[in-house]
């Protein structure tokens, strides 16, 4: 049919038009993309329409523009937000497009952040050690269309940090080195020097762009990245994203520190912010995050948790949502009166701007509903005295209010859990292939396909648990790490596994836990990790503890086969996994004492990682890295060398900057944690 073969030729033209620049010579200022606001299109030939969202919160509209697509023409409507684009001879890209393969080229779009260290006050008190994108937190919200090319130039002015930026959830496929994650995919940006991300919005929906950088994004180095695309439900217009985060009033770098004792203690946060305000302690009055609608709307919100420690419950008074996407994945909506959210997970929600008026619940006839964040019984980590208010924000139906809501919130679960498995069902739909599982040995896994038995790698079951690492000899020896297995993850700043990719053995502090040989191409990988809640006789160099991790991957999406609360299932064989479009995204959450069975497809060369999204226990090196198709991704480097010359000329200016040592904070340790 021509609309495969016009698909096949947007995706095999791919390479031909990602280009590589060097970095930009542009000063420090913010070079942004142009807005333009809601106007009649003049007569074109080629797509030219503004986003869905309509204005943002400054009343500036985002444009989409496909030059490239010559007689194809927008089919976004209020009423049907599934098809996006439709060609002349009757292809479109739509809500059931398969979007890890097929996608529009867009245009480029090219924006400059500026890392800088600078005061935060977000909810009354100062962090003087904070790190900010441009100026400002969050930082500036990053706009695409599906297909676009994204260029965003990173200059780094601290003085004591290197830094790196990664994009969260999105794919980089054949861009591994743009994944933005030193000691893996380059050498941190030193101060002084600037790096240029390239890469391809192949995905659409929400999500976050942060720093890799040991502990800063916690330190304010975060930001939204939307990119438009279908919807698979009607909404009439948008807000700007939400982001939700723990907060600290001091630097999560010295926070770290108690971390680093003998008999280390955990560290804990101060407050919640929503958008960068918040109110610490519940002091009142105080800023506080704000929305506006107009009664019986439809508005699209982009909900997002950027936390350090904290899984949220996000919820407002007396309204019902139709979630539609999880993380990059459009599913079938479905109706809820409140979300949880792990860290770094993201939902597309569409709120009903009718608030609903019960007797147990009566609609608040001035039109102001308290904005919930309800941190998750045993999934949060407050300093003592201090756990923050949940009413951290205000829905207003008339913007010129200044009362306080006198809502109050359902009666609903506080559990640290993922959103209900049964409910996440994909619009795309992927069918695996079917395995089954033995672990009854608890040294390894056994994944069988049932037409044609196999076993998988024995590590491709990891129970994650605590591990000595006595081999630092700057660090506590009896300090205890988070480890998916024997060894936590230590990178070298200088020396990334991007500079390594010819070994054919490693050293154990690069973590490369999980090789995917380039024969698996295109063959379904399958992980099952355990949260075992005690000690185990089969491991007694370990230490284990009733611990949720929300797990992120790199590089993949995968589908959640099986999610459970009792680890022995693996054992017992009391396990159903799901094969037949199962849910899938890029962070899910591995209960306190459960399990997770996850499969991603091999069709994306490079060196993942996959760890927890607990900044804590990432510093403390739970994380693995995935090496996908070693030699296919090494023929992909050497058939373009501007992209290797680039992580040279970065690796050497690090380098530069790191020897001279009154440039470091500590002479003495300038490297205390696994670098991520």
Same mark, same amino acid.
């Given at each position: 049919?021509?609309?495969?073969?016009?698909?096949?030729?947007?995706v095999?033209?791919?390479?031909?038009?990602?280009?590589?620049?060097?970095?930009s010579?542009?000063?420090?200022h913010?070079?942004v993309?142009t807005?333009?606001?809601?106007?009649?299109?003049?007569?074109?030939?080629?797509?030219y329409?503004?986003?869905?969202?309509?204005?943002?919160q400054?009343?500036?509209?985002?444009?989409?523009?496909?030059t490239?697509?010559?007689?194809?023409?927008?089919?976004?409507?209020?009423?049907?937000?599934?098809?996006?684009?439709?060609?002349?001879?009757?292809?479109?890209?739509?809500?059931?497009?398969?979007?890890?393969?097929?996608?529009?080229?867009?245009?480029? =779009? %090219?924006?400059?952040? #500026?890392? !800088?260290?600078?005061?935060? *006050? &977000?909810?009354?008190?100062?962090?003087p050690?904070?790190?900010?994108?441009?100026?400002?937190?969050?930082?500036?919200?990053?706009?695409a269309?599906?297909?676009?090319?994204?260029?965003?130039t990173?200059h780094?002015?601290?003085?004591?940090?290197?830094?790196?930026i990664?994009?969260?959830?999105?794919?980089?496929?054949?861009?591994?080195?743009?994944?933005?994650?030193?000691?893996?995919?380059?050498?941190?940006?030193?101060?002084?020097?600037?790096?240029?991300?390239?890469?391809?919005?192949?995905?659409?929906?929400?999500?976050?762009?942060?720093?890799?950088?040991?502990?800063?994004?916690?330190?304010?180095?975060?930001?939204?990245?939307?990119?438009y695309?279908?919807?698979?439900?009607?909404?009439?217009?948008?807000?700007?994203?939400?982001?939700?985060?723990?907060w600290?009033?001091?630097?999560?770098?010295?926070?770290?520190? =108690? %971390?680093?004792?003998? #008999?280390? !203690?955990?560290?804990?946060? *101060? &407050?919640?912010?929503?958008?960068?305000?918040?109110n610490?302690?519940?002091?009142?009055?105080?800023?506080?995050?704000?929305?506006t609608?107009?009664?019986?709307?439809?508005?699209?919100?982009?909900?997002?948790?950027?936390?350090?420690?904290?899984?949220?419950?996000?919820?407002?008074?007396?309204?019902?949502?139709?979630?539609?996407?999880?993380?990059?994945?459009?599913?079938?909506?479905?109706?809820?009166?409140?979300?949880?959210?792990?860290?770094?997970?993201?939902?597309?929600?569409?709120?009903?701007?009718?608030?609903?008026?019960?007797?147990?619940?009566?609609?608040?006839?001035d039109?102001?509903?308290?904005?919930?964040?309800?941190?998750?019984?045993?999934?949060?980590?407050?300093?003592?005295?201090?756990?923050?208010?949940?009413?951290?924000?205000?829905?207003?139906?008339?913007?010129?209010?200044?009362?306080?809501?006198?809502?109050?919130?359902?009666?609903?679960?506080?559990?640290?859990?993922?959103?209900?498995?049964?409910?996440?069902?994909?619009?795309?739909?992927?069918?695996?292939?079917?395995?089954?599982?033995?672990?009854?040995?608890?040294?390894?896994?056994?994944?069988?396909?049932?037409?044609?038995?196999?076993?998988?790698?024995?590590k491709?079951?990891?129970?994650?648990?605590?591990?000595?690492f006595?081999?630092?000899?700057?660090?506590?020896?009896?300090?205890?790490?988070w480890?998916?297995?024997?060894?936590?993850?230590?990178?070298?700043?200088?020396?990334?596994?991007?500079?390594?990719?010819?070994?054919?053995?490693?050293?154990?502090?690069?973590?490369?836990?999980?090789?995917?040989?380039?024969?698996?191409?295109?063959?379904?990988?399958?992980?099952?990790?355990?949260?075992?809640?005690?000690?185990?006789?089969?491991?007694?160099?370990?230490a284990?503890a009733?611990?949720a991790?929300?797990?992120?991957?790199?590089?993949?999406?995968?589908?959640?086969?099986a999610?459970?609360?009792?680890f022995?299932?693996?054992?017992?064989?009391?396990?159903?996994?799901?094969?037949?479009?199962?849910?899938?995204?890029?962070?899910?959450?591995l209960?306190?004492?459960?399990?997770l069975?996850?499969?991603?497809?091999?069709?994306?060369?490079?060196?993942?990682?996959?760890?927890?999204?607990?900044?804590?226990?990432a510093?403390?090196?739970?994380?693995?890295?995935?090496?996908?198709?070693?030699?296919?991704?090494?023929?992909?480097?050497?058939?373009?060398?501007?992209?290797?010359?680039?992580?040279?000329?970065?690796?050497?200016?690090?380098?530069?900057?790191?020897?001279?040592?009154?440039?470091?904070?500590?002479?003495?340790i300038?490297?205390?944690?696994?670098?991520?």
């Amino acid at each position: 049919m021509w609309i495969t073969d016009a698909c096949k030729a947007v995706v095999l033209s791919f390479v031909a038009v990602f280009h590589y620049p060097s970095v930009s010579d542009d000063g420090p200022h913010q070079d942004v993309m142009t807005f333009t606001h809601g106007h009649s299109t003049p007569e074109i030939d080629y797509p030219y329409f503004d986003s869905p969202s309509g204005p943002d919160q400054d009343g500036k509209v985002f444009t989409c523009n496909y030059t490239d697509l010559k007689g194809w023409k927008p089919c976004t409507t209020k009423d049907d937000r599934s098809c996006w684009l439709k060609g002349p001879y009757k292809q479109n890209f739509t809500i059931n497009t398969d979007y890890e393969n097929f996608w529009p080229i867009g245009i480029t =779009r %090219e924006y400059h952040l #500026n890392v !800088t260290d600078q005061s935060i *006050n &977000g909810d009354g008190v100062d962090n003087p050690f904070g790190k900010v994108f441009n100026g400002k937190y969050p930082g500036p919200w990053i706009q695409a269309c599906w297909g676009d090319l994204i260029k965003v130039t990173v200059h780094n002015h601290l003085k004591y940090n290197g830094t790196t930026i990664h994009w969260h959830g999105l794919r980089q496929l054949e861009t591994f080195e743009m994944d933005g994650v030193n000691g893996v995919t380059q050498c941190p940006i030193a101060p002084g020097d600037s790096y240029t991300y390239t890469f391809r919005a192949v995905q659409y929906g929400t999500s976050w762009y942060h720093s890799h950088y040991s502990l800063q994004y916690a330190d304010g180095l975060a930001g939204p990245i939307t990119i438009y695309g279908p919807s698979s439900a009607p909404f009439d217009e948008g807000r700007n994203p939400i982001l939700i985060t723990d907060w600290s009033h001091r630097s999560a770098f010295q926070s770290w520190q =108690r %971390e680093l004792v003998p #008999n280390p !203690t955990r560290p804990m946060m *101060n &407050g919640v912010l929503i958008n960068g305000v918040g109110n610490f302690a519940g002091s009142f009055p105080r800023e506080r995050f704000n929305m506006t609608v107009d009664k019986g709307k439809k508005y699209v919100l982009r909900v997002i948790n950027t936390s350090v420690d904290t899984t949220w419950i996000f919820s407002i008074d007396n309204h019902n949502f139709t979630v539609m996407s999880t993380d990059f994945v459009p599913i079938h909506p479905y109706s809820v009166s409140h979300l949880v959210l792990g860290i770094g997970q993201r939902y597309h929600i569409v709120l009903d701007a009718t608030p609903t008026n019960t007797t147990k619940m009566p609609a608040n006839p001035d039109g102001n509903y308290w904005v919930r964040t309800v941190g998750a019984t045993g999934c949060k980590g407050f300093e003592p005295g201090n756990e923050p208010d949940e009413r951290q924000g205000i829905l207003r139906y008339n913007a010129s209010s200044k009362l306080v809501p006198t809502t109050f919130r359902e009666n609903y679960s506080l559990e640290c859990r993922d959103e209900a498995y049964d409910r996440l069902s994909p619009v795309y739909e992927w069918n695996v292939d079917k395995v089954k599982i033995n672990c009854k040995s608890r040294s390894h896994s056994t994944l069988h396909h049932l037409s044609n038995p196999v076993v998988l790698d024995t590590k491709s079951q990891f129970d994650i648990g605590l591990s000595k690492f006595a081999h630092r000899p700057e660090l506590m020896d009896n300090f205890t790490w988070w480890a998916f297995g024997e060894n936590p993850l230590w990178l070298n700043f200088s020396n990334p596994t991007i500079l390594n990719l010819k070994n054919t053995t490693w050293d154990p502090d690069y973590a490369v836990d999980l090789v995917v040989p380039d024969d698996k191409k295109d063959k379904w990988v399958y992980i099952a990790i355990t949260a075992p809640p005690a000690p185990m006789k089969t491991k007694p160099n370990r230490a284990f503890a009733p611990v949720a991790h929300p797990l992120h991957l790199h590089g993949h999406d995968f589908a959640l086969l099986a999610q459970g609360t009792n680890f022995t299932d693996l054992d017992t064989g009391n396990v159903t996994l799901k094969f037949n479009n199962p849910p899938r995204r890029d962070v899910a959450l591995l209960p306190a004492g459960g399990y997770l069975v996850v499969a991603f497809k091999a069709d994306n060369p490079g060196s993942w990682l996959f760890h927890c999204h607990i900044a804590w226990h990432a510093s403390s090196g739970l994380a693995i890295q995935i090496l996908e198709q070693q030699k296919l991704l090494n023929r992909i480097l050497d058939q373009y060398p501007e992209k290797m010359k680039e992580v040279n000329r970065v690796c050497d200016n690090w380098n530069k900057w790191f020897k001279n040592d009154t440039n470091h904070w500590n002479a003495h340790i300038f490297q205390d944690d696994s670098g991520i």
